[in-house]
């Protein structure tokens, strides 16, 4: 009972974070800010006043609009990726798991060979050799990362095919692709939703990581990673150049990764 | 027993002939010429040709792959455009560099995590219990490019203790060790906490208590020793992804490892020393992978069986 009311507790925090933040990113075009491109070299790097919230950035860039613009840029990119990379994985995975065979070989060797590579590696040495933009962002993303949604459906649809209503189906004489749609797919659903959540986070922290490094957004892009880039170079004597961004970008992880917390608690009946 | 280790050996071997496979290919990933791309516009065609049949690019694909692998038996790794030496020697230069902060931070990880972790198991449902995963959660939230500025300025801006960049001394690993070891024992400290919450559940915990066993011998004896078998696969995993984020971490902190080389690789565009370093760190990572897994066979007969 306690340990449900903290997973309930965990989704609601992470739910208002996350619905905060997504609101942000939608609502920054429409919102009077300052335009965040527009440059004030006189004062680079001031400290945050009445005109400037969060304080100025490299070249005096006003760094609240930044910021919020960043918002977007992460949670498109992120979102945009996550949910191409969840619908590759549930196809090629449901299906491979429905049919098995030489179908099912074949996805498991590619998403093996996918894992090989650890970390944030195969995603920082793709987006070195297609160049920075954030078209070629999203791709790198849903390259390396439908592997892991793939994974996850194949091993709950290698359990449901076994059920009695998809031999029900099956004896009903319905198509493959029928029974994938009709049959496997809305049973995917919750642990498809737990696995987006948090590779929401991943994906948002893969395209600061890039735009870090300076292989995400393309300069003058505004993105967190690139702010916290240029930050770290003038933290002595400007630090708030380091924190709006910093702030922005854990404070979403952290809501991301409470909702994740609080979603598989009430959709996962495995999870005490 | 030597069935599976040999079996275990051997199913390398695939893995390794598809990880060389595509880094081989990821220079073809280039879009347009990359020879243009690595020399710029303004190179001579002289120039472009030559660095074309260094690179073996003139070369049909096939005859380019099996080049590649020979470069591999060679022991060069191919040629550096960059620094105009072969791309294993830079490697192995570094290589010490990176594996030193990365188990480093690891024994940092493990030596906050794992006080908090176990406490927290063993009180579950307590105030501890929910500090320790708050805790955990706000590591795992905090990426190191946040992390890394905030140690500094306070550790190095503000109190003057530590430098804030460069490698050398132990005072250099400070910083890095810990931002990277806080990070770590984020996700450490759930692992643990779990996985000692399932064993303190299983039959042979109530046996040993009931036996009058001291709570402390049941904690390390009977609930740890198990408790540790799925921690240890984490940390093999982790110690690959230390080794592919060090092109972060090195980046922030000045270290001279294959991180830093990786870094400036692809910011010169010299293509064969990013692949080489793509490819020594994900080979690194099977094989620690096969020893974690080795050892483990070893430790946990079971294991054995069940592949």
Not at chain 2, 115 to 127: H, Q, S
Request: glycine fraction near 10%.
């Amino acid at each position: 009972m306690k340990v449900l009311r903290r997973g309930q507790l965990s989704l609601f925090i992470g739910g208002f974070i996350v619905i905060g933040m997504v609101g942000i990113a939608l609502l920054t075009p429409y919102l009077p800010l300052n335009d965040p491109q527009s440059q004030d070299l006189v004062n680079q790097y001031s400290r945050p006043s009445w005109m400037n919230w969060l304080g100025r950035g490299e070249n005096g860039v006003d760094l609240l609009s930044q910021v919020f613009w960043g918002a977007r840029l992460s949670l498109g990119v992120g979102a945009g990726s996550v949910v191409f990379a969840s619908f590759i994985g549930m196809f090629l995975g449901s299906f491979a798991g429905y049919k098995g065979g030489w179908a099912d070989l074949i996805l498991m060797r590619i998403v093996d060979l996918l894992y090989a590579f650890p970390g944030i590696l195969l995603v920082v040495a793709l987006a070195a050799v297609l160049g920075p933009s954030v078209r070629n962002m999203m791709i790198v993303m849903v390259a390396t990362s439908w592997a892991g949604y793939a994974r996850l459906v194949r091993g709950v649809t290698l359990s449901l095919r076994e059920r009695e209503f998809v031999a029900a189906a099956e004896a009903q004489g319905a198509s493959t692709f029928r029974i994938m749609s009709k049959h496997l797919w809305p049973n995917l659903l919750a642990p498809l939703m737990v696995q987006m959540t948090f590779g929401l986070g991943g994906a948002i922290l893969v395209e600061s990581s890039l735009s870090f490094l300076g292989l995400g957004a393309p300069p003058g892009t505004p993105s967190w990673g690139q702010l916290l880039n240029q930050g770290r170079e003038v933290l002595t004597f400007a630090p708030h150049a380091v924190i709006a961004p910093g702030i922005a970008l854990v404070l979403t992880i952290l809501g991301l990764n409470l909702m994740g917390d609080g979603l598989r608690d009430r959709l996962d009946p495995k999870v005490r | 027993m030597w069935s599976y280790i040999f079996r275990r050996i051997l199913s390398v071997i695939p893995v390794v002939i598809g990880v060389v496979t595509l880094v081989f290919l990821l220079v073809h990933f280039i879009p347009g010429d990359p020879v243009e791309i690595m020399l710029g516009d303004a190179a001579e065609a002289a120039d472009k040709a030559r660095l074309r049949e260094l690179l073996g690019l003139n070369l049909p694909l096939l005859k380019q792959y099996t080049l590649f692998w020979k470069q591999i038996f060679d022991g060069t790794w191919g040629h550096s455009i960059s620094f105009s030496r072969p791309v294993l020697g830079l490697i192995t230069e570094r290589f010490g560099a990176t594996m030193y902060l990365s188990l480093a931070s690891l024994v940092v990880g493990v030596m906050i995590s794992f006080p908090l972790g176990v406490n927290a198991a063993r009180k579950a449902g307590t105030l501890a219990d929910t500090c320790s995963v708050g805790f955990a959660l706000i590591g795992m939230s905090i990426p190191i490019y946040v992390m890394a500025p905030v140690a500094v300025w306070f550790f190095s801006v503000q109190w003057r203790m530590f430098p804030v960049a460069g490698y050398g001394t132990l005072a250099h690993l400070f910083l890095p060790m810990i931002c990277l070891g806080f990070g770590l024992s984020g996700i450490l400290t759930r692992m643990i906490r779990t996985s000692v919450l399932e064993c303190l559940g299983e039959d042979y915990i109530r046996t040993a208590r009931a036996k009058g066993l001291k709570e402390r011998n049941v904690l390390f004896k009977h609930a740890l020793r198990n408790a540790m078998i799925p921690v240890i696969t984490i940390m093999g995993n982790m110690l690959g992804g230390l080794l592919a984020g060090a092109v972060i971490t090195e980046t922030l902190f000045d270290w001279p490892g294959i991180g830093k080389l990786f870094f400036s690789a692809f910011q010169q565009r010299d293509y064969p020393l990013v692949q080489g370093v793509v490819l020594w760190i994900s080979v690194s990572y099977v094989f620690i992978n096969l020893f974690v897994d080795l050892a483990y066979s070893f430790v946990d007969p079971r294991v054995r069986y069940d592949s």
